[in-house]
């Protein structure tokens, strides 16, 4: 599976890229199938199974009519609901009714002479806009009435276009003079304006902003004008193949309208006075190879229809190598068979080297045809394919430290070697091959060559990518088990080694199990980690303090103790012996609050010295000094006045 998803992604990708190499932008390399014809008309019947809108019917019968396909003919059901639905004040409801009752047949009256003359004396009046215009007269048309007075009409339309000359007045605006007729030179000369309004996307397409129903209402108006006006619309062929091209990518829309404008103007390009677009696409898979050394060309038009100009003459201009643009084949003439506009050439008379390759083509009728356009070099995708072959496959286990050379096996394809390989996480195995093409015996370069090994008890598998030496092109796998050891989920056993080829140039892409391995880590799978314990909570993880160092014996404590003690003994003989004045001890709460608190903060310190520690230290001692502070200071301020009074 994995080599035919890569194979088939890398095949769309190329065939992606290399639509870019061809001139998009004025070639069309795609029409309208047969089974996108049949989606379209599902389209248009789900629009009117149940009829619940008139616009939706509208387009979904025309759509139909279109197709050459049946309609509902003066079904009396049918006929009742668009009485029913129809709005005689609304134009677009009248337009939508009366086209319908034209359309499929309807028996009876729609409506009463007294509202067509309406519309006729309105058409006669500028007060209408160009929307509104395009549904009155289309609906006098479709009552089966004579338009009066069409110089006045079309003299309307004038000054309703210089209120509103939007692409959408515009798109209406040409189907009204198309209807109309007459002098429609100011009108015609306005389809220049709407086209150069028109928005190109990627170099290949052109449309108009508001999408698929405005840009069709714009191109088929254009074109049925010119034909009124039998000149040439100021369309060039380049222009005509983009607005084709827009078309084309539209293909999927999904509602009747849409689905209705696509088909108008597809049906416009394959019969016109000025442009027809050719289709020149790849009939089958654009593949060949020696078993199938021919390729086929359909030259049609946009609905896969074969063209009204007789024989044609279809010419390989160049068949180029996308790798190095070497050309392999040139002004090569296709060859016709039982379909007329299908075309074939050998290739492989050429004897191209397998690969991607871009084949410009052109068609021509037998006598000039001026209105063909995007019939010249259009640029199509092709392999070349070819079919593979293993050649000298040998692969050995050796040391990792490359004391001893690997001892190989030969192995032919598509057998499996004989024995069991052995590998233990101190060796390495090595493995050689050379890929061939079957039918020039050359050495091949693939996208993908993997080795593949799969444990056989638990499925689990792991890919590695073998490398291709650029001087001889021969592959070449070395793995270091141990290295691996990791990647292999440290999962000791037997593997199935696969050998995986693949490549959009190759007819027999494959996986080849072509060996048994035993590999033996250092660490077995049971030994390692698990997802069950590497996910399973932690002990809980608590600040533990230093264990306090060994305390001195009690003797050598106290003796320093006393030490100590020493200074402060003789602090206290020379005060008796000086004699101490206390007289002047003031005896009052801050000062007794000072001096108890400095006595207790040194008793702290010898506690802490002696039990506890450095948290329950600094917890005491800020109570103590935030006492002894507060005292302190009332002290000293009343020891500061006193000697301030004393002073006077």
Known sequence: MFLCINASAAFLLILLSLSGFSDGATTTTSFLSSSEKSRLHDVFRSALDPFSDLGAAYYAVFGLKLQGASVPQNDNTFCQSILEKMKKDNYES???SSGLWKGTGCKGQLDNKAHIRQLVEDLKQDKLSVVDMYYAVKSVVDFGEKLANTPQIMKNLQAALKKDDSISSLGHAFHIAAVVGGDVTPIF?????AVVQ??????????????????GLIVSGAYR??????????????????FANYFLSRRSVQTAKGAYYLLDVLKIFTDNKYHIPVVVSLSGPGVVSQERPKVSVKVSNLLGESLPFGAMSVTVESATRSA?????????KFESGTDPSVFSVNL???????????LSVSAQPAKTEPRLVGNLGVVLPLRVMCTVAVDNFEIGVGDSDQTTQPKFDKVLFPSKLGHVLEVDSQQKLVARFVLRDKASNKPLTVHQAFLRFEHKASNREILFVADQDPNTLGYRFDLDI???????GQLSGVYSLHLIVGDVILSNSFSWLLADVRLKLALDASQTPTATTIYQPKPEIKHLFREPERRPPVAFSTFFTGLVAVPFLILLILWAKLGVNISNFPFSLSALGFHLGLGAIFTLFGFFWLQLNMFQTLKYLMGLGVVTFLCGNQLLARIAANRKKQSH
Do not use: C, H, W
Request: aromatic share 8%; net charge negative; hydrophobic share 40%.
């Open 94 to 96: 009248v337009f939508y």
């Open 482 to 488: 141990g290295g691996k050891a990791q990647e292999f």
């Open 348 to 358: 492989m008379e050429a004897k191209p080297e397998p690969g991607l390759y871009k």
């Open 189 to 193: 000369n306005r389809i220049e304006d």
């Open 324 to 332: 190095d643009d070497v050309v392999v084949l040139s002004k090569k």
């Open 225 to 242: 004008l010119a034909s009124v006006a039998n000149k040439p619309p100021p369309i060039s062929a380049e222009q005509a193949v983009k």
């Open 198 to 215: 028109a928005d190109e996307v990627d170099g290949k397409f052109l449309q108009f902003e508001g999408g698929l129903s405005i840009t």
